[in-house]
């Protein structure tokens, strides 16, 4: 959980992968996943479990939590002092492709109430407003 001035939120982040769809990408049926493309092979997804290692690290600035799942997935919590603010990154790469590849995914827990309506990520360049279950 998050504690703040205006109370506390709970907060969890899984990372998982999807196996990805093959394909000869000769019409849309046989689409291959790929760098551009999400398109997993199936609807359930696998978690990579608990991290292997955690640190934490006080600073002046903020303190940050380093979780590592392997050597090529890791994740990292910042909470900056005198903010409200909390920064989520997580560090997926190279992945690897000896068994076909991964699609990689957060999935996003929280006990905000915001309805059905929540905002993304557009590339770090601002937000988008969604409603779930919803498109135009």
């Known amino acids: ?42 609807t359930s997804s696998t978690p990579f479990g608990e991290p292997v290692s955690a640190l934490y690290y006080k ?11 392997n050597d090529w997935v890791s994740k ?16 997926v790469g190279p992945i690897p492709i000896e068994d076909g590849g991964k699609e990689i995914i957060a999935k996003y827990y929280t006990d905000i109430d915001s309805g059905e309506l929540f905002e993304t990520d557009s590339n770090g360049r601002g937000s988008i407003q969604r409603q779930r279950n919803h498109r135009d």
Request: proline share 3%.
């Open 1 to 42: 959980s998050i504690q703040s001035s205006g109370g506390t939120v709970n907060l969890h982040v899984e990372l998982e992968y999807y196996t990805p769809a093959v394909g000869d990408n000769s019409d849309a049926l046989k689409r291959a996943s790929g760098a551009y493309i999400f398109r997993p092979n199936g």
């Open 59 to 69: 600073g002046d600035l903020m303190d940050e939590i380093h979780y590592t799942y």
């Open 76 to 91: 990292v919590v910042r909470m900056y002092k005198d903010s409200e603010l909390v920064e989520y990154e997580w560090l």
